[in-house]
């Protein structure tokens, strides 16, 4: 009977284990037994690290920080579980047509102010009939060119169709074609409303352009232009600078 504990099998199973471990360690050391596996590491000369150092553009490394560059060659930073990683931006829906309209309505400075001063509610206060005849002026505008704008022998420039809109969507149409009239040095712009059993964008553009100091005078279209479906509109000349 074998003194060992072991039987033969599991003695030839610690062997091949113990000569997997020796594997890893420096056997010729004289702690060698007491070692972890070791790997080769392969450090960068000093004339790799002056080459990265010449690459930054730095004046401030010295000898040591050389070193210290050789010894943290291949360390990678270990990630902080702790430290939230910035999410990765989805990427946003192509937005549409009406979108980007009313983005560039909104972003347009001058209409988005001419739209904050506009109130809806004292243009409802005053209701027009569908059929009605608008008509308005300022004081100051003579009235021979008065006259020729509800001839309609003033030429107008640009036009917007209000037509089915909301009244928001109207009242961002309307400030935004005055606003690039302006840009433009138009001073005559044609804004079609419609008319509809309530005539309630007619009634809302007849208040709004009483609100607004740049309309000098605005009346119903003749009947080529759109007749009581629509207005003309003429706007102050923009001021040139050093006037």
Not at 39 to 56: A, D, G, I, N, R
Not at 153 to 175: F, N, P
Not at 215 to 239: E, Q
Request: proline letters at 5%; a positive charge.
């Amino acid at each position: 009977m074998s003194n060992s504990l072991f039987s033969k099998e599991m003695q030839d199973q610690l062997k091949e284990l113990k000569g997997q471990l020796s594997k890893g360690r420096d056997t010729n050391s004289p702690e060698g037994e007491n070692q972890k596996p070791t790997e080769p590491v392969s450090l960068p000369t000093q004339k790799q690290v002056k080459k990265t150092v010449k690459q930054l553009d730095s004046e401030h490394i010295d000898d040591d920080k050389v070193l210290f560059m050789q010894a943290m060659h291949g360390v990678n930073q270990l990630e902080d579980k702790n430290v939230r990683s910035p999410a990765s931006t989805a990427k946003a829906r192509k937005p549409d047509a009406t979108t980007l309209s009313k983005r560039a309505a909104a972003q347009g400075g001058e209409a988005s102010d001419l739209g904050a001063g506009l109130s809806d509610m004292q243009a409802l206060l005053n209701p027009v009939a569908s059929e009605a005849y608008l008509s308005y002026k300022q004081p100051t505008l003579q009235n021979k060119i008065f006259d020729q704008l509800k001839k309609g022998k003033l030429r107008w420039y640009d036009a917007v169709d209000i037509h089915g809109c909301t009244i928001e969507e109207a009242r961002e149409a309307m400030t935004q074609l005055l606003s690039q009239a302006k840009q433009k040095n138009e001073t005559m712009v044609k804004i079609v409303h419609g008319k509809g059993s309530e005539a309630i964008l007619k009634t809302c553009v007849n208040g709004w352009l009483r609100q607004l100091p740049e309309v000098l005078a605005f009346c119903s279209a003749p009947p080529k232009d759109g007749g009581n479906g629509a207005v003309l509109v003429l706007l102050k000349k923009p001021k040139v600078d050093g006037e």
